[in-house]
């Protein structure tokens, strides 16, 4: 599992330091601060690949740039630090064939999905090359085309031959529905236990075809309404939850298979990194996300033991209140991201929150892990300012007293709380007669 991460001098501060959870980690803060590239840098610590760019410091730093990093491996703990190297333009490494951290999934947020396979992937016998072994495998990064359509590659030793590292969504749903063997099972499980509600269960309809020029067998989804829609035609957020759910089925099973042709038993540790889980779904089903991932890889494995852990960005207020029954401080954490001014200086800053049960997703907003003054329009926020602020002086006008009520009336309900500490605040002043009828 991944235990610690240390940034210096590369990304958006100039010092960062995030000790990880066991079970659940969620990180969280507002746009451009660093979560997504957090992820990145995850990957890389626990793969020494890269799923998109390379992280590389500012040009012209005169600063050491360093990336450290410690995780645990099935047998032992491993903690390495790596320094930016300028001439190379790489990150320095220890020679030697790295540990192994288990299975690392990668979710990003525009569709794309990268696996490390500790099977499959992992460094050969050059122990004196380390991780810039000729023969070192590639993580399997795939683009979201490639999710469904299929993952190629040249051969590296003859350029005339194609490799095929993977079918895609559409080949392998029918492939695995006609066989109807244990990756189908496996499937339905995955796309049942991701559902968003008990009411509205995920299931794979018949096979179609879409197209006179398309000739796959497309795989379809149950919709609630009794129709089966080609999963290519299905809304965003079902097309997202059905790439996952295929995704950690393919994964799994090309591991077992690659374990049983290596002698080996399957891998006992997952890592699942996530960019904005919520991504695409609605309310009801963000409730239910995290929880469901968090029992979907062991039910996939049918072994209780896997221990699973996740890093996830989310930007849900929703999903942090879904998790106050189940969050537990000794194996789970959550992360905010934060801009503050220190000398006069703008700075990023990650901290820890200290957790504690916030109540409904409107008092999230309104906590400081999301810094809303209230959730509600920007109108409604203002206006309400503007009423506290009226309410709090000890002889109110009555003409302030009225552009203030106009602000609340068009921009709140008439049912609002909030109407009547003011109404009563109205009577005590005079500004309004016992009687009135309003808002």
């Given amino acids: 599992m991944l235990r610690q991460l240390s940034l210096a001098h590369v990304g958006p ?47 012209g730093s005169r600063d050491k740039s360093i990336i450290s990093f410690a995780f645990d491996s099935q047998t032992k703990s491993i903690a390495h630090p790596s320094e930016f190297d300028w001439k190379s333009q790489t990150w320095t490494s220890k020679k030697g064939r790295p540990a192994s951290p288990g ?42 085309s490639e999710v469904w359509d299929g993952l190629e590659r040249k051969n590296p030793n003859d350029a005339t031959r194609t490799e095929v590292l993977c079918n895609g969504l559409i080949r392998d749903w029918a492939l695995w529905q006609n066989k109807n063997g244990k990756a189908f099972a496996q499937l339905c499980r995955a796309l049942d236990t991701l559902s968003p509600g008990e009411t509205e269960r995920l299931a794979p309809g018949e096979l179609t075809r879409i197209s006179l020029d398309d000739v796959r067998d497309m795989p379809t989804v149950k919709m609630p309404y009794g129709k089966d829609v080609a999963i290519v035609h299905a809304s965003a957020a079902i097309r997202r939850i059905a790439a996952l759910s295929y995704l950690l089925v393919w994964a799994w099973q090309e591991h077992v298979r690659a374990s049983q042709l290596l002698n080996q038993k399957p891998t006992k540790q997952i890592i699942f990194l996530i960019d904005e889980i919520e991504a695409h779904l609605h309310p009801a089903w963000q409730r239910q996300i995290l929880r469901s991932l968090m029992k979907v890889m062991s039910a996939l494995a049918d072994n209780d033991k896997i221990s699973v852990q996740i890093v996830a960005v989310t930007h849900s207020p929703m999903l942090l209140a879904s998790m106050e029954p189940v969050f537990d401080p000794s194996q789970d954490s959550l992360w905010v991201f934060d801009l503050v001014t220190q000398n006069g200086k703008k700075d990023v800053v990650l901290q820890r929150d200290n957790w504690h049960r916030r109540g409904d997703a409107s008092a999230w907003l309104r906590s400081d892990v999301f810094d809303l003054g209230e959730a509600r329009s920007l109108e409604a926020q203002r206006a309400l300012a503007d009423a506290r602020t009226l309410m709090a002086q000890p002889d109110p006008q009555k003409q302030a007293f009225e552009q203030v009520y106009e602000a609340l009336r068009c921009s709140m309900p008439g049912d609002d709380p909030f109407w009547v500490d003011w109404r009563a605040f109205g009577w005590r002043h005079g500004l309004i007669q016992a009687e009135t009828k309003r808002p």
């Fill in 13 to 59: 501060t100039k010092q960062l330091e995030i000790d990880l959870s066991p079970r659940v980690n969620l990180i969280t803060g507002d746009n451009g601060l660093g979560k997504s590239f957090l992820l990145d840098i995850a990957w890389w610590a626990l793969t020494r690949t890269w799923a998109h760019y390379p992280a590389r410091p500012a040009s």
């Fill in 103 to 144: 299975m690392v999934l990668y979710a990003q947020v525009d569709g794309s999905f990268s696996v490390w396979d500790p099977a499959r992937n992992y460094w050969k016998q050059h122990q004196d090359k380390g991780i810039d072994a000729p023969n070192r495998p590639d993580a399997y990064l795939f683009r979201a």
